[in-house]
């Protein structure tokens, strides 16, 4: 199977070649996957080297110029380093654009903390009128991929990540999927967490909502949910940091007794890198420990 990135490189690439608009702007991260179009479409691939606050900095220029940007780099080079470029070269001129990450919380451990960047989606929180997609396979990632593209002059985050569920799901970029149902509560797998939410809630009573898209928020799906449920209590999973959704879940809930937890990449800093698996079981995140997070505030 692909990784999220190489599909984006090999859609985006088709794209480029369907829809004469369409430009994608590079800060040297993932050049290589798009080599061959380059070489046919020279002024609509651009790298502007590592140099992420010109890289915003051109996209939002092309959208100025009629142009539906994609842009490109790790999450921490493309949302929390340039972020006054994304909320005045985007956000205040009023154009679109598609930012798409790579490397997200901590795919790429050996990178250090200057590689992750689990604030990413809570920093994007704070700019009006932004969606926001994070994929859990190759699959679905390209089904939002196309969407963003063709989504007129939206401002579009796409979040990929080298963490992946077994097997897709039919996403359609805009609601939450019922994947399993149940009586005693309400988990809210993103993305790539849903493996690990299946697993750690495996005979439990409780149903499980499927979120690839997170802005705007499924308030509606989130509704019906805990309407079916005995107790308004409600666990969000989330592959960045923990509570990032807690606020929507909680005005989505607002004329209903409920709790919320919200489940993620704590603020504490890991320091010692290790690998993926590492960082999820340290972060609380592999499916024992969301087991027993998950019952016990169940249980209260």
């Known amino acids: ?23 994608v702007v590079l800060a040297d991260i993932g050049v290589d996957g798009f080599r061959s179009a380059r070489e046919r479409h020279p002024a609509r691939v651009v790298n502007v080297g590592i140099r992420e606050q010109l890289l915003v900095g051109v996209g939002g220029g ?33 154009v679109g654009g598609v930012l798409v990450s790579a490397a ?11 590689h ?51 097997a897709p799901r039919p996403v359609d970029g805009a609601r939450f999927l019922t994947v399993r149902e149940g009586t005693g509560g309400v988990v809210l797998a993103v993305g790539p967490m849903l493996d690990n ?16 898209t997170v802005r705007p928020f499924d308030a509606a799906a989130l509704r019906t949910a ?6 308004a209590d409600v666990v969000i999973v989330e592959p960045y940091h923990e509570g990032t959704s807690t606020r929507h879940a909680n005005d989505a809930l607002e004329q209903v007794p409920h709790r919320v ?9 890991l320091r010692r890198y290790g690998q993926l698996d590492e960082h999820l079981a340290g972060q609380g995140l592999d499916a024992r420990s969301l087991r027993e997070r998950i019952t016990g505030f169940l249980a209260r």
């Open 1 to 23: 199977m692909d990784t999220m990135r190489e599909r984006f490189a090999s859609v985006t690439t088709q794209l480029l070649d369907e829809a004469p608009r369409l430009a």
């Open 62 to 94: 092309l959208a100025l110029a009629g142009m539906r940007p994609v842009v490109h780099t790790f999450a921490s080079f493309l949302v929390e380093r340039p972020f006054e470029q994304v909320k005045l070269d985007f956000g205040h001129q009023d």
């Open 104 to 114: 997200g919380s901590y795919d790429w451990p050996a990178g250090g903390f200057t």
């Open 116 to 166: 992750m960047a689990p604030g990413d989606i809570a920093l994007l929180d704070t700019l009006d009128g932004w969606t926001v997609h994070v994929p859990g396979h190759p699959d679905e990632a390209d089904t939002l991929l196309r969407r963003a593209a063709a989504a007129g002059d939206d401002k579009v985050y796409v979040r990929l990540s080298v963490q992946t569920n077994a």
């Open 197 to 212: 939410v299946l697993a750690a809630t495996e005979g439990l009573d409780v149903t499980v909502l499927y979120a690839t």
């Open 226 to 231: 805990v309407a079916g449920a005995t107790a």
């Open 261 to 269: 937890l919200g489940l993620g990449v704590g603020r504490r800093e």
